[in-house]
């Protein structure tokens, strides 16, 4: 018990860590010591440090699969896409959000200790979603289309407002997106 408390407490400082410096050219040692900590207790408890990265991208999709979920349900579909833009456009969730675009870049290129991301990356978000409109009345395979486009919008979205940081344009921009599907939906 106590093994996995030392453990999740670290993983938490770590995410925090990286989500606020990023993981480019972190080692072992340089976390340990921001952490207050030793890199042997980080390899006692994660393997390596390609295990630690994959733990991180586990926490950190948990956490961003948790903001998806805490909008709270209705029946406007726009409304709580609207709430769900507000929440995953916050500030407080931007440093998570460079970091998830950060391992999605290397996942992509293949580097081993984040490919796991891939598995679900657009599934596990849209089931949710399809479920929801499968709920209010469409057809399963227009659901997910719908769906897949969603998350691809809000990712794009959230790429470019970490990039350019045109909160205006980007709200604008989803604004658009979800008055286009109120119409359609």
Do not use: N
């Not at 998830?100 to 290129?109: P, S, T, V």
């Amino acid at each position: 018990m106590w093994y996995m408390k030392a453990r999740q407490r670290l993983l938490d400082a770590t995410v925090d860590y990286v989500a606020a410096h990023g993981i480019g050219d972190l080692s072992l040692r340089q976390l340990a010591a921001a952490l207050g900590t030793s890199h042997r207790m980080l390899v006692y408890h994660f393997g390596s440090k390609e295990g630690l990265l994959v733990e991180v991208v586990r926490a950190v999709e948990s956490r961003q699969k948790q903001a998806l979920t805490e909008f709270e349900p209705g029946p406007l579909l726009g409304d709580q896409a609207r709430q769900m833009w507000r929440r995953l456009a916050d500030p407080s969730m931007w440093p998570l959000e460079r970091l998830f675009f950060e391992l999605y870049g290397q996942a992509l290129q293949g580097r081993t200790h984040t490919t796991q991301l891939l598995d679900g990356v657009v599934d596990d978000m849209a089931q949710p979603m399809i479920d929801m409109l499968v709920a209010q009345g469409h057809e399963p395979d227009v659901a997910a289309a719908w769906a897949r486009l969603g998350i691809a919008v809000v990712r794009g979205l959230l790429l470019d407002l970490l990039a350019t940081g045109d909160r205006e344009g980007v709200d604008a921009a989803m604004e658009l997106f979800i008055g286009t599907f109120e119409k359609l939906a």
